[in-house]
């Protein structure tokens, strides 16, 4: 059974850090690109960055460039969000998604074929 688990979402102030997990198991390999998208209610969803299978380029969002990073830990299946200089802006469901065919220049936020059930982020003072 294809599973992701996202973990590491809380409520902090405007200014602070959070990193975000997302750990997979159930068949997804170390072929699946790997993302991280956002939503808030009545809003759509927001991709916000993706990190590739193939040899690990990362793309971020320009809402999130400089201040959020994605990498991954092979052995572990496991790819982060470390999410720096949080504002009230960024708060959301973060979901994190894999796809064999996502992350790539057809387009970044595109073809993810598994997803998690998402854990929130607050920021407000």
């Known amino acids: 059974q294809v599973q992701l688990v996202e973990s590491g979402g809380g409520q902090v102030q405007p200014g602070s850090s959070l990193r975000l997990s997302c750990a997979a198991s159930?068949?997804?390999?170390?072929?699946?690109?790997r993302g991280w998208f956002r939503q808030v209610p009545g809003k759509e969803r927001e991709g916000v960055a993706c990190?590739?299978?193939?040899?690990?380029?990362?793309y971020h969002s320009d809402s999130v460039k400089g201040r959020f990073t994605i990498s991954k830990d092979s052995a572990k299946n496991t790819v982060y969000l470390q999410m720096d200089s949080l504002q009230p802006e960024d708060t959301g469901v973060y979901y994190c998604?894999?796809?064999?065919?996502?992350?790539?220049?057809?387009?970044?936020?595109?073809?993810?074929?598994?997803w998690g059930r998402g854990t929130q982020v607050t920021v407000s003072s």
């Open positions: 159930g068949g997804i390999s170390g072929f699946y690109a």
């Open positions: 990190i590739s299978s193939t040899d690990g380029v990362t």
């Open positions: 998604a894999a796809g064999l065919l996502a992350c790539s220049s057809s387009g970044y936020f595109k073809y993810y074929d598994y």
